[in-house]
Structures are given as C-alpha cells and as structure tokens.
C-alpha cells in the first residue's frame, strides 16, 4: 500500500473546506461514491435516505459520543464561516 500523496489531498480538502465550508466535504464524499450508488441515489432518492438514517441510528448507537462531537464540530465550522462571511472577514487584505 503506497501512502504518497495523501498529505498533498488531505492538504487540498482542508483548504477547499477552508474556503467553501462544509459544501467541500460533502463534494469529497460525494467522489468517494462510485458511478453506479451515485446514479442509483439520483433516481431513488428516499431509498438513499432511509438508508443514511439507518446506519446513522447503528452509528449513533455504537458510537453516539464520537458522532454528536464529531457532528457539533461541524456545524460549529459551518456556523463560524457563515459569521464571517456576514462579518466581511473573508475577503482577501
């Protein structure tokens, strides 16, 4: 197994999640999904959910702890980009 590059990705998506929020991660996630789950979730979308909440409810309950700190960090980033972007402290000096 060959570990080259993987500071260079992990570098690449914590500056997009740096810029773009947690939009970024989520587009990561999204290319960690072959072509066919990404069509198959295209045309059954409620199919897709349903199975999202149920390995979220097994996760949550095997490892609630680490999913709601995992989970309240996220939304933390999420709510500290939105602040300053409203702030206007995003914008390059």
Known sequence: MSFEGI???AADIGASMASEGPKALF???????PEGWRDQIIRFPVTAVVIGVSVGVF???????????????LIAAAAAANLS???GQDEEV
């Open 59 to 73: 996760l949550g309950m095997k490892k609630g702890d680490e999913l709601i700190a995992a989970g309240s960090s």
């Open 85 to 87: 972007k409203i702030l």
């Open 27 to 33: 587009d990561e996630i999204e290319q960690l999904l």
């Open 7 to 9: 500071g260079e990705r």
